[in-house]
Nanobody, 116 residues
Framework: QVQLVESGGGLVQPGGSLRLSCATSGFFFSSYVMSWYRQAPGKERELVANISSTGTRRNYADSVKGRFTISRDNAKNTVYLQMNSLKPEDTAVYVC?????????WGQGTQVTVSS
């Protein structure tokens, strides 16, 4: 059974930091490209960052470059998103995604709210 379970979301003040985790099971994690997406109310889902299966290549949305860092631990089947200098416009549900071959798996998401 494939599972992607996000954690680490919450309420944070502008300028603060959060670290999201996505713990996975049920598939060969180290063969999959892992991504973080987010969806704010009334907006389309957008790609925040992704990381190659080996962790050597990373891509970021322009809106988060220099503030967010994606990483993965293939021994723990987990992908992370370190978010610094958070802004109110970062408020969204953050969702973990795994893509490999014909397969595309999604987590349930974790809420991140940036507000004073």
């Amino acid at each position: 059974q494939v599972q992607l379970v996000e954690s680490g979301g919450g309420l944070v003040q502008p300028g603060g930091s959060l670290r999201l985790s996505c713990a996975t099971s049920g598939f060969f994690f180290s063969s999959y490209v892992m991504s973080w997406y987010r969806q704010a109310p009334g907006k389309e889902r957008e790609l925040v960052a992704n990381i190659s299966s080996t962790g050597t290549r990373r891509n970021y949305a322009d809106s988060v470059k220099g503030r967010f860092t994606i990483s993965r631990d293939n021994a723990k089947n987990t992908v992370y998103l370190q978010m610094n200098s958070l802004k109110p416009e970062d408020t969204a549900v953050y969702v973990c995604n795994a893509k490999g071959g014909f397969f595309n798996f999604w987590g349930q998401g974790t809420q991140v709210t940036v507000s004073s």
